[in-house]
């Protein structure tokens, strides 16, 4: 099994930033095995991919909406992800996940992905 387990959120103004965190742990987690997601989710919509990193330094993935103001992390010596969120906007608040798997293809598709975390809340005020 893998624990995923993210930290980071908060309430910020429109321009502000945060980094959230994920810490990779359990049984079946090896370094470098899983790709690395993350999703966000706001109530009646679908769960959104958000920016992924490849395993083996394939590289990085993110969705359009976020394309430089996001920046993802490789994961570090401790299992840890991180999500560089700057310039942010209302349009962001939502749940964001971390997730963990090895897509096939549609890398931000939430169905690649296999491990999940409790979530981590980010507000965006205008």
């Known amino acids: 099994q893998v624990q995923l387990q993210e930290s ?48 083996g330094s394939r590289g990085k993935v993110y969705d359009d909406s976020v394309k430089g103001r996001f920046t993802i992390s490789e994961p570090d010596a401790k299992n840890t992800v991180y999500l560089q ?13 971390c997730a963990a798997g090895n897509p096939l293809s549609g890398p931000l598709r939430a169905e690649g992905y296999i491990f999940w975390g409790q979530g981590t809340q980010v507000t965006v005020s205008s």
């Open 8 to 55: 980071g959120g908060g309430s910020v103004q429109t321009g502000g930033s945060l980094r959230l965190s994920c810490e990779a742990s359990g049984s079946g987690y090896a370094y470098g095995y899983y790709s690395m997601g993350w999703f966000r989710q706001t109530p009646g919509k679908e769960r959104e991919g958000v920016a992924i990193v490849y395993t």
């Open 85 to 97: 969120m700057n310039d942010l906007r209302p349009g962001d608040t939502a749940m964001y996940y």
